[in-house]
């Protein structure tokens, strides 16, 4: 009897130990491997004042690697900011054939930095399976912005503006339980980036509003404080 209450003690305090809730005024931080996946749409490009039809540009999808850090408001609220490292896009045009430009012919390397605030709830912060759910708001600035040697080449492209970027954000992700704070974090993100690019060419100055709209999906770990 004596050793079956000491064999229940220890796995009492194994459990215990493992449980590491998710409390009133805790930190707690993510790291990712992530995809960056836009749900793009553009407007044809406007060249010295008037649309071409048919064209327009895509822009590729990237893997990085993805941070976050929050704070616990309550037992259920929190404020979670998305501090991606930087990231580079490839942006493709399309239907400029006839000025000797192929489709996919990539235009535009751009670096694009999106730091997102979000406010969460999670839905059963003292289990071991924890779901949260978040809306937030995104700044996105583009910058090392670069024509390709195609676009320099061949539309004698010079000059290029990519303008920064508000947008709503909305999150999903579930965090499994391991141990000493520890967990194994699934998470999926859409994020509202719009932007225009400008630049010049011989032939006049051209515009092209986008929208990238990326839904994130992210694997990683998290650790709460």
């Given at each position: 009897?004596?050793?079956?209450?000491?064999?229940?003690?220890?796995?009492?305090?194994?459990?215990?130990?493992?449980?590491?809730?998710?409390?009133?005024?805790?930190?707690?931080?993510?790291?990712?491997?992530?995809?960056?996946?836009?749900?793009?749409?553009?407007?044809?490009?406007?060249?010295?004042?008037?649309?071409?039809?048919?064209?327009?540009?895509?822009?590729?999808?990237?893997?990085t690697l993805g941070v976050s850090i929050g704070y616990?408001?309550?037992?259920?609220?929190?404020?979670?900011?998305?501090?991606?490292?930087?990231?580079?896009?490839?942006?493709?045009?399309?239907?400029?054939?006839?000025?000797?430009?192929?489709?996919?012919?990539?235009?535009?390397?751009?670096?694009?930095?999106?730091?997102?605030?979000?406010?969460?709830?999670?839905?059963?912060?003292?289990?071991?399976?924890?779901?949260?759910?978040?809306?937030?708001?995104?700044?996105?600035?583009?910058?090392?912005?670069?024509?390709?040697?195609?676009?320099?080449?061949?539309?004698?492209?010079?000059?290029?503006?990519?303008?920064?970027?508000?947008?709503?954000?909305?999150?999903?992700?579930?965090?499994?339980?391991?141990?000493?704070?520890?967990?194994?974090?699934?998470?999926?993100?859409?994020?509202?980036?719009?932007?225009?690019?400008?630049?010049?060419?011989?032939?006049?100055?051209?515009?092209?509003?986008?929208?990238?709209?990326?839904?994130?999906?992210?694997?990683?770990?998290?650790?709460?404080?």
């Amino acid at each position: 009897m004596k050793m079956s209450k000491t064999i229940l003690a220890a796995a009492l305090a194994v459990v215990s130990g493992a449980s590491m809730a998710a409390d009133k005024g805790d930190w707690f931080m993510h790291a990712r491997v992530i995809n960056i996946n836009p749900n793009d749409d553009s407007s044809v490009l406007n060249l010295a004042g008037g649309d071409v039809a048919g064209t327009g540009v895509e822009v590729n999808d990237a893997t990085t690697l993805g941070v976050s850090i929050g704070y616990m408001l309550t037992d259920n609220f929190a404020l979670d900011l998305l501090l991606d490292p930087s990231t580079q896009h490839d942006v493709s045009a399309f239907g400029l054939s006839g000025l000797g430009v192929p489709d996919g012919t990539e235009v535009v390397n751009t670096n694009v930095l999106p730091p997102t605030l979000f406010a969460q709830y999670h839905f059963n912060p003292q289990g071991k399976v924890r779901p949260y759910a978040g809306v937030g708001l995104n700044y996105t600035l583009f910058f090392n912005d670069d024509l390709t040697d195609a676009a320099q080449t061949v539309l004698g492209a010079s000059n290029l503006d990519i303008d920064s970027s508000f947008g709503l954000a909305g999150q999903f992700g579930i965090d499994f339980e391991m141990k000493n704070g520890w967990y194994f974090n699934v998470d999926v993100k859409y994020i509202k980036i719009d932007t225009t690019a400008t630049f010049d060419t011989a032939l006049g100055a051209v515009s092209v509003d986008v929208d990238i709209d990326p839904t994130v999906v992210g694997i990683g770990f998290g650790k709460t404080f």
